[in-house]
Protein backbone atom coordinates (compact mmCIF):
# COMPACT_ATOMS: atom_id res chain seq x y z
CA UNK A 1 0.00 0.00 0.00
CA UNK A 2 1.63 3.55 -1.20
CA UNK A 3 1.68 6.08 2.51
CA UNK A 4 3.33 8.92 3.09
CA UNK A 5 4.56 9.50 6.34
CA UNK A 6 5.73 13.35 7.53
CA UNK A 7 8.22 14.21 9.81
CA UNK A 8 9.25 17.44 11.18
CA UNK A 9 6.49 19.96 12.35
CA UNK A 10 7.13 21.38 15.88
CA UNK A 11 7.44 24.45 17.53
CA UNK A 12 9.43 27.28 16.41
CA UNK A 13 9.68 31.03 17.29
CA UNK A 14 9.04 33.80 14.58
CA UNK A 15 11.70 34.38 11.86
CA UNK A 16 13.30 30.18 12.62
CA UNK A 17 13.24 27.53 10.38
CA UNK A 18 12.39 24.57 10.17
CA UNK A 19 12.34 21.29 7.39
CA UNK A 20 9.72 18.88 7.12
CA UNK A 21 10.55 15.58 5.21
CA UNK A 22 8.00 13.29 3.67
CA UNK A 23 8.63 9.65 3.06
CA UNK A 24 6.97 7.85 -0.03
CA UNK A 25 6.87 4.23 -0.18
CA UNK A 26 5.84 2.22 -3.54
CA UNK A 27 6.64 2.40 -6.97
CA UNK A 28 5.39 5.58 -8.32
CA UNK A 29 7.48 8.44 -6.71
CA UNK A 30 9.21 9.28 -10.17
CA UNK A 31 6.17 9.91 -11.75
CA UNK A 32 4.39 11.76 -9.33
CA UNK A 33 3.89 15.46 -8.63
CA UNK A 34 4.52 15.96 -4.87
CA UNK A 35 2.81 19.22 -2.62
CA UNK A 36 2.90 20.38 0.55
CA UNK A 37 -0.50 21.63 1.65
CA UNK A 38 -1.27 23.47 5.44
CA UNK A 39 -4.61 23.63 7.49
CA UNK A 40 -5.10 26.17 10.23
CA UNK A 41 -8.08 25.32 12.56
CA UNK A 42 -10.76 26.31 11.38
CA UNK A 43 -9.43 27.30 7.96
CA UNK A 44 -9.89 25.48 4.32
CA UNK A 45 -6.77 23.36 3.23
CA UNK A 46 -4.05 25.14 0.85
CA UNK A 47 -2.00 24.58 -1.45
CA UNK A 48 1.57 25.51 -0.21
CA UNK A 49 3.91 24.32 -2.74
CA UNK A 50 4.20 21.78 -5.29
CA UNK A 51 7.08 20.01 -7.58
CA UNK A 52 6.86 17.94 -10.77
CA UNK A 53 8.45 14.89 -11.64
CA UNK A 54 10.66 17.37 -14.07
CA UNK A 55 11.83 19.39 -11.05
CA UNK A 56 9.85 22.18 -11.68
CA UNK A 57 8.57 24.31 -8.73
CA UNK A 58 5.64 26.88 -7.59
CA UNK A 59 4.79 28.21 -4.62
CA UNK A 60 1.81 30.22 -3.29
CA UNK A 61 2.51 34.03 -2.85
CA UNK A 62 2.58 34.18 0.82
CA UNK A 63 5.93 31.67 1.30
CA UNK A 64 7.49 32.63 -1.89
CA UNK A 65 10.82 33.19 -0.86
CA UNK A 66 11.04 31.71 2.64
CA UNK A 67 10.02 27.93 1.52
CA UNK A 68 11.79 25.95 -0.76
CA UNK A 69 10.63 22.42 -2.22
CA UNK A 70 13.02 19.77 -2.85
CA UNK A 71 12.79 16.45 -3.96
CA UNK A 72 15.77 13.37 -4.12
CA UNK A 73 13.94 10.59 -6.05
CA UNK A 74 16.80 8.12 -5.17
CA UNK A 75 15.12 8.39 -0.89
CA UNK A 76 11.83 8.67 -2.67
CA UNK A 77 11.57 11.81 -0.57
CA UNK A 78 10.12 15.44 -0.71
CA UNK A 79 11.47 18.28 1.90
CA UNK A 80 10.14 21.45 2.64
CA UNK A 81 12.45 24.03 4.03
CA UNK A 82 10.32 26.67 5.53
CA UNK A 83 12.60 30.13 6.66
CA UNK A 84 11.44 33.13 8.06
CA UNK A 85 8.35 31.64 9.62
CA UNK A 86 5.52 33.77 10.71
CA UNK A 87 2.51 33.05 13.19
CA UNK A 88 0.27 33.04 10.29
CA UNK A 89 2.48 29.78 9.01
CA UNK A 90 0.89 27.78 11.72
CA UNK A 91 -0.64 24.65 10.62
CA UNK A 92 -0.75 21.17 10.03
CA UNK A 93 0.72 20.14 6.94
CA UNK A 94 0.18 17.48 4.60
CA UNK A 95 2.41 15.71 2.12
CA UNK A 96 0.46 15.06 -1.51
CA UNK A 97 1.11 12.63 -4.16
CA UNK A 98 -0.35 12.96 -7.58
CA UNK A 99 -0.54 10.82 -10.81
CA UNK A 100 -2.73 10.33 -13.40
CA UNK A 101 -5.29 7.71 -11.81
CA UNK A 102 -4.05 8.77 -8.15
CA UNK A 103 -3.72 10.52 -5.45
CA UNK A 104 -2.32 9.66 -2.00
CA UNK A 105 -2.72 12.19 1.50
CA UNK A 106 0.02 12.02 4.41
CA UNK A 107 -1.22 11.89 7.77
CA UNK A 108 0.45 15.62 8.67
CA UNK A 109 2.40 17.23 10.78
CA UNK A 110 1.97 20.04 13.01
CA UNK A 111 4.03 23.42 12.68
CA UNK A 112 3.92 26.03 15.37
CA UNK A 113 4.88 29.15 15.14
CA UNK A 114 4.92 31.15 18.65
CA UNK A 115 7.27 32.84 20.61
Known amino acids: QVQLVESGGGLVQPGGSLRLSCAASGSFFTISTMAWYRQAPGKERELVAY???????NYRDSVKGRFTISRDNAKNTVYLQMNSLKAEDTAVYYC?????????WGQGTLVTVSS
Open 51 to 57: ITSGGST
Open 96 to 104: HSARPGATV
